[in-house]
């Protein structure tokens, strides 16, 4: 658990704020909490309540760069962080950044990558959520994880991340 507004502070240094949470898109909720575990639901790239880019992940003509598909995990998993701090202000805890003081730890990442039937760098991709956590939690953002290549995501998203973190 950090110190009373550390993850506020690494998220300004970073030049970042929590988004809100971006409205389900089906008959689920964004997180769940399950005793000390906050289980979130798959998390999109949304960035003000649109997807930036569309399609499928890999190299060539019409297809999302590894790159710039890292840079969207790196936003799916923010938009988690916002999720988890949501559930926590909601259940009377502190709200926004504030709330992720009470991460203890990302107990695992799932991150899926709608890809290209020839790109096998899912894993690469997947980093950019995996840095964004470390970057902002320390080391309580450090994880296990999955990097899974699907043919397609909802709305045509690139990727999808979800997270299991545990609460003090």
Do not use: C, I, W
Not at 7 to 17: E, P, S
Not at 77 to 88: D, E, F, H, R, T
Request: no cysteine.
């Amino acid at each position: 658990m950090a110190d009373a507004g550390a993850v506020a502070a690494r998220l300004a240094d970073l030049g970042l704020t929590l988004p809100p949470v971006a409205a389900p898109v089906a008959a689920y909720v964004p997180a769940v909490r399950a005793g000390a575990l906050v289980h979130t639901s798959g998390q999109l790239p949304f960035v003000a309540g649109t997807l930036p880019r569309t399609g499928k992940v890999g190299v060539g003509a019409g297809l999302v760069p590894p790159e710039e598909a890292a840079g969207l995990a790196r936003t799916a998993a923010l938009n988690a962080l916002a999720a988890v701090a949501a559930l926590v202000g909601a259940e009377g805890g502190p709200v926004g950044a504030d709330a992720l003081d009470r991460v203890v730890r990302v107990v695992k990442v799932v991150g899926f990558v709608a890809s290209d039937p020839g790109f096998t760098g899912q894993p690469t991709v997947v980093n950019g959520a995996s840095t964004l956590l470390h970057d902002v939690l320390g080391d309580a953002g450090v994880h296990a994880r999955s990097a899974v290549g699907v043919a397609v995501l909802p709305l045509d998203s690139p990727v999808e991340v979800e997270l299991v973190v545990e609460l003090a």
